[in-house]
């Protein structure tokens, strides 16, 4: 994709990034036309809003997702540290257009996740496997993810414009770490319950995340190497929702529970 083409659409993009706009769509002579070329306009987009990097999450992580927006797989896209909340934050809905949140596993990397990692195994050209990729974790957070899109109509955008709008990221709510005997646990099997006051609300395991969020980090460690980029050290990588996203409204208090983990809250106005 062209250097003019890339800079057109980020100009259209940063505003409603910066004030929580939303757009029809870039213009079709500045859309990308495949997932290359939306990770092309993601980090070009980055780069303009100068803020410092979080970490990434993983959207689309089960089939329905996939569906519902019209995708061929999962998308990754960048998270903004000055968008990650502490727990028990309240939130502002009149900008999030979504109006919904996800309880995800949010792994810590302890360090960088580079294709050294596969050259040092004799696999220069293979992917990397999900124990390389655990290796690299120092930690497991829980957390809320409360998603946005700068489209009006996301759900047809098509993922290369998703990709490029940082794949529907917008706010994190950071829970506590889990315990350090975490990785004793099947992450796959673990129950994730949400609820709204004291009301149960969804219910879900990690399975939903690409059948286990440790495959879903994988995925995203050899998403980003095909694109030129890496999973870097201190960084924070939300794997996707292990809940229906559940909709909210300006009063709820919403608690995302996943049992001996921890718990981590939210709250939200209008």
Known sequence: MKAEQINQAVAQLLPAWNTHARIEGLAPQHRPSTRAEGYQIQRA???????HALGWKIAATSQAGQQHIGVSGPLAGRLSASRCLADNSELSL??????????????LMGRDVGRELAAGAGRQDAPLTMSQVMDCVSGLHVAIEVPNSRYVDFVGAGEAQLIADFACACHVVLGPRAPDDWRLIDLSQHTVNVRRGQETVATGT?????????????????????????????????????????????????????????????????
């Open 45 to 51: 987009l980055f780069d303009a809003t100068g803020d």
């Open 206 to 270: 990690g399975a939903n995340v690409l059948g286990d969020p440790r495959i879903g980090l994988t995925w995203l460690a050899n998403e980003l190497l095909s694109q030129g980029q890496q999973l870097k050290a201190g960084e924070i990588v939300m794997t996707g929702t292990c809940v229906v996203p559940v909709p909210v409204s300006a009063g709820d208090a919403m608690t995302a529970d996943f049992g001996a983990f921890g718990q981590v809250r939210a709250r939200f106005k209008a």
């Open 94 to 107: 009149s900008h999030h257009h979504m109006s919904v949140i996800e309880a995800e596993f949010a792994f």
